[in-house]
């Protein structure tokens, strides 16, 4: 076939057990022998299926043929929110559903009233957040979201965002005192929101000067939560500012504060 390697290759098998019994069957030489008729897989190739667990969530088959069992190693993965969330990133989803899972990590895969919220509902939701104008989102969005990920999620998630709408960064620079009054959650955003304008707008030596007046009061959650989210952005103008302020003595010391030194 076309399709078949002349160089050492990975084989995916995704939804390994959606497959019919007989196909699974035929996948028995190739598991085992790398072979598929007459064709071979070049020395050093990878096999590798993918499958949900047979449970009440998933319309799949459980695996009980010993013979095909024999032939594989079943190793469970669990989503993990932190590194899904560096996945996020690189895929540019929409900023607001970052925020909220980084937030609330708990929410990235639960049981949403009738509805199953995991990450592809994350990613299909920041797809409709992109795509939907805001005549449209206004109107439509909270029925969207209830089928996307469910009513419960979709009731804290609409609440944060009305709340991270209300945010304006721009108190980190005109009264910075005012960030500390703010919930733990809303503090990231903030100065997060504040750091990026500082970044673009040059204005890095008026952020340092409020973050020096406020770090010393800051919850360690938030220096924390604070710090990752900016070394983890991957806008350009926010990395060439964090190396322009390697040597900052208030950087150092929210540094300092986050490693536990």
């Known amino acids: 076939p076309d399709w078949f390697p002349i160089t050492p290759a990975i084989i995916f098998l995704d939804e390994f057990n959606r497959a019919n019994p007989r196909i699974l069957g035929s996948l028995l030489k190739l598991l085992w022998e790398h072979r598929i008729g007459s064709y071979i897989l070049p020395t050093g190739s990878v096999i590798i ?12 088959e459980e695996l009980t043929d010993q013979a095909l069992l024999s032939r594989v190693i079943q190793i ?3 989503v993990n929110p932190s590194e899904w969330l560096e996945w996020a990133r ?11 899972i980084r937030h609330y990590p708990e929410w990235l895969i639960t049981t949403s009233g009738e509805v199953k919220c995991n990450p592809r509902a994350w990613e299909k939701t920041s797809q409709v ?3 939907l104008s805001k005549q449209v989102a206004d109107e439509f969005l909270p029925l969207v979201l209830n ?4 009513v419960q999620a979709a009731k ?5 965002l009305d709340g991270a709408k209300s945010l304006d960064p721009r108190i980190v620079f005109d009264n910075p ?3 500390l009054g703010l919930s733990a959650d809303k503090q990231i955003i903030v100065l997060e929101r504040a750091f990026t304008i500082a970044s673009q707008e040059e204005r890095l030596e008026s952020f340092t000067a409020s973050l020096a007046v406020i770090l010393p009061k800051l919850q360690k959650e938030v220096a924390v939560g604070f710090y990752r989210n900016i070394l983890g952005n991957k806008d350009e103008k926010v990395q060439a500012a964090l190396k322009k302020l390697l040597a900052n003595p208030t950087f150092i010391k929210l540094a300092l504060m986050v490693t536990n030194i």
Not at 49 to 60: G, I, L
């Open 147 to 150: 089928r996307l990920i469910g």
């Open 129 to 131: 957040l992109n795509g």
């Open 156 to 160: 804290a998630f609409l609440q944060f």
């Open 177 to 179: 005192t005012e960030v």
């Open 90 to 100: 690189e895929k540019n989803l929409n900023t607001a559903v970052i925020d909220f």
């Open 76 to 78: 469970p993965f669990d």
């Open 49 to 60: 299926a993918a499958m949900n667990p047979a449970n009440d969530d998933y319309e799949v």
